[in-house]
């Protein structure tokens, strides 16, 4: 149990860290943190560290804590050899807009990665154990919770993306293969939760 303790002591320190950091970058590139590929990820790991910290909390779901670190190690080493070169925004994104998007969507993604992870831990682990078993039961919930986390900040990016994108543009959607993906992505993620709420859609 101490261990556990000092592991959560470390995560949290750690996303303390994390979020002055961004902060910081913030400031130094005047706004323009999210034009990397380096900044988006960044906000990837931070939203993945969230949930996390959001769902032990709330749930007690001590079990995302090492998909969560895979996760954040994952999307920091992207942030990483992507270099801190940031290019100044385009008059068009130089929004505040554009900053709600992205971390709205980051979160979003963040929480459907951590039940991705959680999916394939079910269906590894179930290959062992029965499908029913209270564990794996536990698993399949999991991955239902943080998808009906993570799909309204999804929504949210979405329509909040259009909003800035008609202002910007003179357009709420272009259909260009970014919006689309998007849409596709959102509408898997509908019809996953359509069909465990309303057709009892469980297990494998």
Not at 30 to 35: R, S, T, Y
Not at 114 to 128: H, T
Not at 192 to 202: A, E
Request: glycine share 6%.
């Amino acid at each position: 149990r101490s261990m556990v303790k000092l592991c959560s002591f470390f995560f949290r320190s750690a996303f303390i860290q994390h979020s002055f950091f961004i902060l910081l970058r913030w400031y130094q590139t005047k706004g323009a943190l999210f034009a990397s590929l380096g900044g988006v990820f960044l906000f990837w790991a931070w939203g993945a560290a969230l949930t996390y910290l959001f769902f032990s909390l709330v749930f007690k779901a001590r079990v995302l804590f090492l998909p969560a670190v895979f996760s954040v190690l994952l999307f920091m080493l992207v942030v990483l050899f992507a270099g801190p070169k940031v290019r100044p925004l385009m008059p068009a994104l130089q929004s505040n807009l554009m900053g709600i998007h992205v971390i709205t969507y980051m979160v979003g993604y963040a929480a459907i990665s951590l039940a991705f992870l959680i999916s394939l831990i079910y269906l590894f682990s179930g290959r062992n154990n029965p499908q029913a078993s209270p564990e794996n039961a536990y698993l399949d919930d999991l991955a239902y919770q943080l998808t009906l986390f993570g799909f309204p900040f999804l929504t949210a990016g979405m329509i909040i993306g259009s909003v800035w994108a008609n202002i910007a543009w003179g357009s709420y959607w272009f259909w260009d293969p970014k919006e689309t993906c998007s849409l596709i992505t959102l509408l898997v993620y509908a019809l996953y939760l359509h069909l465990r709420l309303f057709k009892g859609w469980k297990g494998r």
